[in-house]
Nanobody
């Protein structure tokens, strides 16, 4: 079993930066190979959408809407964690952000993810 806990969400202004954290507990993520970690988000009244993904080899993949502004990266020599650095935030980035773990895939397809966190709210005012 894998538990994921997101943190870092808060109210910000357009142009601000923020880092979200996703800490994994239970089975050590790094012992589960291959794997992918993803960040997704869900804005009010909208379907959940892919934001970014990373695999154990630090390959990354981004949605076009965040490419160049967001960076996903694995923790190094530390806790089982994945981070999402968000720069130049826009009001349209307002959403609940979820991290997810896939035991077998490096993908933007949320159906391929096995475990999900509870989400953290990011609100960007104009």
């Amino acid at each position: 079993q894998v538990q994921l806990v997101e943190s870092g969400g808060r109210l910000l202004r357009a142009g601000d930066s923020l880092r979200l954290s996703c800490l994994g507990s239970g089975r050590t993520l790094s012992t589960l190979t291959p794997y992918g970690m993803g960040w997704f988000r869900q804005a009010p009244g909208k379907a959940r959408e892919f934001v970014a993904a990373i695999n154990r080899g630090d390959m990354t993949y981004y949605a076009d809407s965040v490419k160049g502004r967001f960076t996903i990266y694995n923790a190094k020599n530390g806790p089982n964690a994945v981070y999402l650095q968000m720069n130049t935030l826009k009001p349209e980035d307002t959403a609940v952000y979820y991290c997810a773990y896939s035991a077998s895939y490096f993908t933007s397809n949320q159906d391929r993810y096995d475990y999900w966190g509870q989400g953290t709210q990011v609100t960007v005012s104009s």
